[in-house]
């Protein structure tokens, strides 16, 4: 892990494309703002981990259909 110090309106580059920018600093909190393009996902930790969980419900859902489906007779029979 890289470690960084920044004093507030400091950023950070990430690539040539992703800038990490220190906006505020307050009690025990820092504000950022994030520029990056808008291919590139970017979200709160708790957030990507909650998007990755609805994921992989899906595609273990999807396996299910699938093996359920494999089950059915042939109708159209090549």
């Not at 996902?41 to 957030?47: D, G, L, N, W």
């Not at 998007?51 to 999807?62: C, H, K, L, T």
């Amino acid at each position: 892990m890289l470690v960084l110090t920044r004093k507030e309106n400091e950023s950070i580059m990430i690539g040539s494309d992703i800038e990490v920018k220190v906006l505020d600093l307050k009690d025990n909190q820092v504000k950022l703002g994030i520029v990056a393009p808008r291919h590139i996902a970017v979200h709160r930790h708790e957030i990507y981990m909650a998007i990755q969980a609805e994921n992989a419900q899906a595609a273990a859902a999807a396996d299910v259909s699938a093996a359920h489906l494999s089950n059915i007779p042939k109708l159209f029979p090549r």
